[in-house]
């Protein structure tokens, strides 16, 4: 921690100038002001404008003599304190040395002055005020960085509380409805109960999501696929997106988009999160039957989207934070409208990776909002390409299900993915410990494997490598499944010679076209044989 000192400033006061012109040779140096005065009253003024370190006072002067100045400055707040040196043409007697030392002065020194004595004597000074100020620096530095801290402590209690009330929302009625069939699991409305725990669980699993994406985004572990697409594709994917929310709210969207195609070189996927999120806070923070509006024209090199709303607004105080992690516009954590608070966190990180801005307005409370997304656009369009075949269907025939080794320390994961591929048509069988994978692979010979890496003792990466070294497992898919979803992770995988990764929870549709995928190729390796 270190603080630049400023200049440092000496005051002189004498009424003749060739006195003035004698101290100011004598005490010249880098880092050092001096001001000159020749009457108290010049020197009061410039001691209204100036930090003072060291004032050098003549006793003897017309009007105010240097004891009247001394008792003056000692009468006042902000000079008070200054170090004074007294300046004398002869011996000061007793008497006027006790009234000097009473009004404050460190020292007397004689005319003639003795160089080296001054310097000496101003230079203890110099160094004394640079301390003080380099202290008094580094207290407002220390303060600053305790009020950060208390600040970040505040935050971090406020965002465990929402973050324990917002797992709750979905959890409740999941863990209501899991109640409802279990006594009844014919009950009149049991798909109705099954939509709504979907609908519960997927939120949850965006609430994880949001967290997962905005440390790795922080952190920079995430890369954007970027390809030339379509604005209106991320218009439609976001709508979709937040479609649910929004008609929930019984809010009226409106879409004024560009006749003409607009294309950018951008990641669908993630450009989609970011107009979604806009669209989601807008629902949440706009009264029932409110009215949003998503809009997007070109201006110049760029495309400028808004999302705008009629609802709650934004506190003045409040727009310069709108976009800080675990900041929310609310008054507190009782009223607020859901969420963690890193939704716009996430959207300023994410727009600035595709190399744009965004901005929020507001009128103030009640006025309502509009956050604008800055774009650069790219100048044609993608080049054309021929329409992908069509994948196989998982279950082709019932003697062509694949033989799949589970492996999961968790019991309660491993079981419901094997529930999850007797459903989809194939065999499987569960193992819990890595050591015992690889026996046990070797004696049921499976199509394909489903390894957890997170396992203690022998974990994921160990087993499959172990698995690799065995020309029996040649022909073997390998598939990746973690909770964590860090670029380090892939990365390790591919390096443990993993065919595939998936992150935790997997979900049913796409591990039924991956074992799909793997039934084509094993169909067709034979065909060609």
Known sequence: MTSEVGPVYFLL???????????????????????KARSGPEALELLLQYDVALAILDVQMPEMDGYDLAELMRGTERTRRVPIIFVTAGAADRQRRFRGYETGAVDFLNKPIEPDILRSKASVFFELYQQRYQIAAQRDELKAYADALMEADRRKDEFLATLAHELRNPLAPIRNGLDVLRAAPEAPNAEEIRDMMDRQLTHLLRLVDDLMDVSRVSQGKIELRKARIALSDVVKAAVEASNPLITTGGHELVLDLPDAPVWLDADLTRLSQVVSNL??????????????????????DEVLITVSDNGVGIPSDMLPRVFDLFTQVRDNISRSHGGLGIGLALVKQLVEMHGGAIVAESAGPGKGSSFQLRLPVAESAPPATRAAEPSLPALLQEDTALKVLVVDDNFDVAQTVGWMIETIGHEYRLVHEGKLAVQTAQEYRPDAILLDINMPGMDGYAVCRALREQTLFDDTVIIAQTGWGQTQTRTGARESRFDHHLTKPVKMDRLEQLLADILSARRNSHLGA
């Open 13 to 35: 006061v004498d009424d003749l100038e060739e006195n003035l012109l004698s101290l100011e040779g004598l005490l010249r140096r880098d880092g050092l002001v001096l001001l």
């Open 279 to 300: 669209l989601n806070n807008a629902a949440k923070y706009t009264p029932e039957g409110g009215k949003l509006v998503l809009s997007a024209r070109c201006d110049g």
